[in-house]
């Protein structure tokens, strides 16, 4: 059951209770009480909104792989210097060549390779940079490919901030963070996603949590004698513990990120992906995740990840 409401959860973070319910066969008491123990347990992490990162004025996604030189900082150093910057989203500390993988979102290009001659001043450090150029799949793992920004209103603006945080938040609640009726913020809702803007929900789930604590990164490379067609990587979805896939600028034609219940397991699924692809696949592993801001509002000037950060309580249906 358990199994079943957090892959329900994951395809859609805001799905109703009752449904749930009819779908497994119990109470919505029951739902909610199951959901409230994987909660607390720290399987189900938070459900949130998956919004364009245009929209939100960063369409550019980099990935920068970071590789101290000689009497550089110590991983932990690096780590924490990249925490301090609001456009560095996430920090991976990673098996291999690439000591650190971080993620960050951006005005644009020239922005994040300007961010790049900053983390290698700053860090003294080897940074490579590539851009994500395309999602062929998976939202809830770092940063989807943007469109161009529509205008957002204010009150937009409130809304996906508060579903950064919980994107199972009521109407009610909605309604009185951006001091609207609760029929105009239904409608916003529908505006933002016929617009794009607004992507979808889901739940972040911890994959230790459901046995499979070992996370890869797959760089899949590109050269002259094996190019990987675009359509290929559609065939990635026969791998079921692959989330992600980005294809990237730079040197690897793509990145992608898979949860397993073992090393053995992940570096068996490398070498099914480079036959599958016909190319080269390198597998790094991530040893620990220093920061993960993924999909929280980024406010100016720093301090709290979120001016709507308030104790989550109890579950409620979404009506």
């Known amino acids: 059951m358990?199994?079943?409401?957090?892959d329900a959860l994951v395809q859609n973070g805001r799905v109703p209770f009752t449904t749930l319910a009819a779908q497994v066969g119990v109470s919505g008491t029951t739902v909610c009480r199951r959901l409230a123990a994987l909660e607390q347990r720290g399987v189900i992490r938070r459900y949130t909104v998956v919004v364009d990162p245009g929209a939100l004025g960063h369409p550019t996604t980099a990935l920068f792989s970071i590789k101290p030189r000689v009497q550089a900082p110590a991983r932990r150093s690096i780590a924490d210097r990249l925490?301090?910057?609001?456009e560095i989203t996430a920090s991976f500390t990673m098996s291999g060549d690439r000591p650190n993988i971080a993620v960050g979102r951006f005005t644009s290009p020239d922005a994040a390779e300007s961010m790049a001659i900053r983390l290698r001043e700053d860090l003294g450090a080897r940074v490579n940079i590539d851009f994500v150029l395309k999602t062929r799949?998976?939202?809830a793992v770092w940063s989807p490919d943007s469109?161009?920004?529509?205008?957002l209103r204010d009150t937009d603006r409130v809304m996906i901030d508060v579903l950064m945080m919980d994107?199972?938040?009521s109407l009610d609640s909605l309604a009185k963070k951006t001091h609207l009726s609760k029929s105009t913020v239904h409608k916003r809702l529908q505006v933002l996603q016929e617009r794009g803007?607004?992507?979808?929900?889901?739940?972040l789930v911890d994959s230790g949590a459901l046995g499979l604590p070992v996370t890869a990164i797959f760089g899949i490379k590109s050269g002259a004698a094996?190019?990987?067609?675009?359509s290929k990587f559609g065939q990635l979805h026969g791998f079921p513990e692959i989330g992600t896939c980005y294809t990237l600028s730079g040197r690897r034609a793509a990145v992608a990120v898979g949860a397993y219940r073992d090393?053995?397991?992940a570096r068996t699924a490398a070498d099914r992906l480079g036959e599958q692809l016909n190319t080269i696949v390198n597998v790094d592993f991530v040893l620990a995740t220093d920061f993960d801001r993924h999909q929280w509002p980024q406010p100016s000037g720093g301090g709290q990840q979120c001016p709507y950060d308030e104790a989550s309580g109890h579950l409620q249906p979404v009506r």
């Open 197 to 203: 803007v607004i992507r979808g929900y889901t739940t």
């Open 167 to 169: 994107g199972r938040a």
């Open 2 to 6: 358990d199994r079943f409401l957090i």
């Open 137 to 139: 799949f998976g939202d």
């Open 147 to 151: 469109s161009a920004a529509p205008a």
């Open 226 to 230: 094996a190019a990987v067609e675009p």
């Open 263 to 265: 090393i053995a397991a």
């Open 83 to 86: 925490r301090r910057l609001p």
